[in-house]
């Protein structure tokens, strides 16, 4: 029997992902993770049955989040940067965004400046179930990157609605292999979990998934030559869990991000200019206490655009996801919530940013 796990835990640190926020406009970047899965369309569309699994035993939660902003600069060329955010200390992009909301208020002007905002990546194990454009693919364990729209559908899948037919329709835990006639759940022990049908539509300024959706809690399966889904037994939910990823690996880390001058630095490498330079009066006195950074970036830059695969330096994985941040190639663009966003170009007016301003006006 696969070993036991704690939900309530999933439950609390599922409370502190926000996902509700606004669009945002920023590109995925391929990190050379192993074991990541990339989904393959076939005439503009593909629909996937998965299924997300729980940690890896030697971990506590089925999913990890990285933090980035990714955006095209007037010279064409992307900048890409890890968020320190995420470990509350302050970030340059961040704090840019807010002094231009502070300053041009909730106007064209403010919006026209702006940067993206932070995007979330979360990172699980997921087992591949039915998926017809890549058959190879099935039955085996991949590590799924993911953004907003899909965390928000897995945060929608735990909370119990109340249906006016049928009354109150229990959460699930989608990180589960159980359902809902397994003894653990009917004991109360687990939740069950479901199979998540994931479907993408080639839109003009990428994919959508609107329609993806969990489907009716059951226990982990697989399908048949009947064509037919089989619950899978205890010695093969036992196999799949002895696949399972870490996760906690690919999480980027606090001392792997570049520091608040080395952001400013490489942004003024990138795009020729002070992104302060409106808040500061044209004074940049980051740059000479970075200046020790400089030939590390140059050399970063170097082997980022040179063409040279990651995966031939002996890095870290963290560092090699801290690289992949500045690449500048056009990758798999998973949100479909970024589409919404094409007419205002790489503007990202959030609400966020505004409450954070409003609030300050407030508090004087
Ligand atoms: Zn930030």
């Given at each position: 029997?696969?070993?036991?796990?704690?939900?309530?835990?999933?439950?609390?640190?599922?409370?502190?992902i926000?996902?509700?926020?606004?669009?945002?406009?920023?590109?995925?970047?391929?990190?050379?993770?192993?074991?990541?899965?990339?989904?393959?369309?076939?005439?503009?569309?593909?629909?996937?049955?998965?299924?997300?699994?729980?940690?890896?035993?030697?971990?506590?939660?089925?999913?990890?989040?990285?933090r980035?902003?990714?955006?095209?600069?007037?010279?064409?060329?992307?900048?890409?940067?890890?968020?320190?955010?995420?470990?509350?200390?302050?970030?340059p992009?961040?704090?840019?965004?807010?002094?231009?909301?502070?300053k041009?208020?909730?106007?064209?002007?403010?919006?026209?400046?702006v940067?993206?905002?932070?995007r979330?990546?979360?990172?699980?194990?997921?087992l591949?179930?039915?998926?017809?454009?890549?058959?190879?693919?099935?039955?085996?364990?991949?590590?799924?990157?993911?953004?907003?729209?899909?965390?928000?559908?897995?945060?929608?899948a735990?909370?119990?609605?109340?249906?006016?037919?049928?009354?109150i329709?229990?959460?699930?835990?989608?990180?589960?292999?159980?359902?809902?006639?397994?003894?653990?759940?009917?004991?109360?022990d687990?939740?069950?979990?479901?199979?998540?049908?994931?479907?993408?539509?080639?839109?003009?300024?990428?994919?959508?998934?609107?329609?993806?959706?969990?489907?009716?809690?059951?226990?982990?399966?697989k399908?048949?030559?009947?064509?037919?889904?089989?619950?899978?037994?205890?010695?093969?939910?036992?196999?799949?869990?002895?696949?399972?990823?870490?996760?906690?690996?690919?999480?980027?880390?606090e001392d792997?991000?570049?520091?608040?001058?080395?952001?400013?630095?490489?942004y003024k490498?990138?795009?020729?200019?002070?992104?302060?330079?409106?808040?500061?009066?044209?004074?940049?006195?980051?740059?000479?206490?970075?200046?020790?950074?400089?030939?590390?970036?140059?050399?970063?830059?170097e082997?980022?655009?040179?063409?040279?695969?990651?995966?031939?330096?002996?890095?870290?994985?963290?560092?090699?996801?801290?690289?992949a941040?500045?690449?500048?190639?056009?990758?798999?663009?998973?949100?479909?919530?970024?589409?919404?966003?094409?007419?205002?170009?790489?503007?990202?007016a959030?609400?966020?940013?505004?409450?954070d301003?409003?609030?300050?006006?407030a508090?004087?």
């Amino acid at each position: 029997m696969p070993i036991k796990r704690s939900f309530s835990n999933i439950y609390s640190e599922m409370d502190k992902i926000n996902v509700n926020r606004k669009k945002e406009n920023t590109e995925k970047k391929n990190y050379e993770i192993e074991g990541l899965f990339k989904p393959k369309m076939v005439n503009g569309k593909f629909s996937i049955v998965l299924r997300f699994l729980p940690s890896h035993p030697d971990e506590e939660l089925p999913w990890i989040e990285n933090r980035n902003h990714l955006f095209q600069l007037d010279n064409g060329s992307w900048f890409g940067c890890d968020c320190a955010k995420k470990f509350n200390k302050p970030c340059p992009i961040c704090d840019y965004n807010s002094k231009v909301w502070e300053k041009y208020g909730r106007t064209d002007e403010a919006r026209a400046k702006v940067k993206a905002k932070w995007r979330p990546n979360y990172y699980s194990n997921i087992l591949i179930i039915k998926n017809d454009n890549q058959p190879d693919t099935v039955g085996k364990v991949y590590r799924l990157q993911y953004g907003r729209a899909i965390m928000k559908k897995i945060q929608e899948a735990m909370e119990n609605k109340d249906d006016p037919e049928l009354g109150i329709i229990p959460g699930i835990n989608p990180f589960s292999w159980w359902g809902p006639n397994d003894e653990a759940v009917i004991k109360g022990d687990e939740k069950a979990g479901a199979n998540f049908v994931w479907e993408a539509v080639q839109g003009s300024n990428g994919p959508n998934y609107d329609s993806s959706h969990f489907n009716p809690a059951r226990r982990i399966s697989k399908f048949g030559p009947d064509g037919k889904l089989h619950n899978l037994t205890d010695d093969e939910i036992d196999a799949i869990e002895s696949q399972l990823y870490t996760l906690k690996d690919i999480e980027i880390k606090e001392d792997a991000i570049r520091s608040y001058g080395e952001v400013l630095e490489f942004y003024k490498k990138k795009s020729g200019e002070d992104l302060m330079a409106e808040f500061t009066d044209g004074s940049s006195d980051y740059a000479a206490t970075t200046k020790s950074h400089i030939q590390t970036e140059e050399a970063d830059d170097e082997e980022m655009f040179s063409g040279t695969p990651l995966e031939t330096k002996k890095q870290t994985v963290t560092e090699t996801v801290k690289k992949a941040d500045f690449t500048n190639s056009m990758p798999f663009d998973e949100e479909s919530e970024s589409q919404d966003n094409a007419e205002t170009g790489m503007v990202d007016a959030t609400e966020e940013d505004d409450d954070d301003f409003f609030a300050r006006l407030a508090n004087g």
